[in-house]
């Protein structure tokens, strides 16, 4: 019995010199883990989705392998009105390898108008993204890290300006139109003038089509012809039919 015991007692020592030493090597190799994200962003646009793909590499100089990295972004704007979620899976990153991947975050331009986040085609502003990375080391133990970050946002139109309503003759008018793009993307399409009297009454349309690079201006006077008097005009209303999105109107008030 006292030799049971004994072997028991050793064992149990022989146990705990093995956990020790498995935690020490795995706290070690955990430390040798390192993620880069030193290559440059690279922005594209397609059917009006906004995607900004980011290189990533995790090296894995430990003594275990990886499996199950989990890298998660949500996108949302500065009141946390939700915008998007994006994930990318890595199955596994072998001990002492590096794996290279890219992660892509989405924006769609109709997500922004369909919950009425129209501020952001007029101002710059700043977007909050979640970041959250999971892994499990060694096969048995889960890493969670989490991070607030901030993108820039470029409005299309930003600085929107419309001047004072012209009359050339009885029946053609022009006002003048200026905007900046600060998006990433151009902005293609045609822009349609209404000028209304206080009761909503129609006094001139005009249309013009724009073609405006990122971080280029747009200043031009549109051309309309006039169904009624020009010293009646209340309101512009201004109608975008881009080739990513369209919207209106955008009702800006006269006098």
Known sequence: MNQAIRALGWAAIVLWVMVIFFSGTVVYSAMQIGMNFDEESRLTTSNGTRVMSIPFSISN????DIIRLNITTR??????TFLSRSTTLVPSVPKTSTVAETHDISINLDDILDKNLTYML???TNLNIDLLVGLTYAYTIPLRISSNLTMPWG?????LVVGD???LSSSRATAPLSFENHAFFSLDGTIRMDVVDE???LIGS????VSVSPESSYDEAILMELAGDVADVAE?????DMSLFGFGPVVIAVG
Do not use: C, I, K, M
């Open 236 to 240: 512009v209303r201004l109608y975008f």
């Open 122 to 124: 007029f101002t710059d």
């Open 165 to 167: 309503v012209t009359e």
């Open 206 to 209: 005009g249309t013009t089509e």
């Open 199 to 201: 009761h909503g009454r």
């Open 75 to 80: 996108v949302a704007d500065t009141n946390q």
């Open 155 to 159: 409005a299309p139109f930003s600085s």
């Open 61 to 64: 100089g430990g003594l275990y």
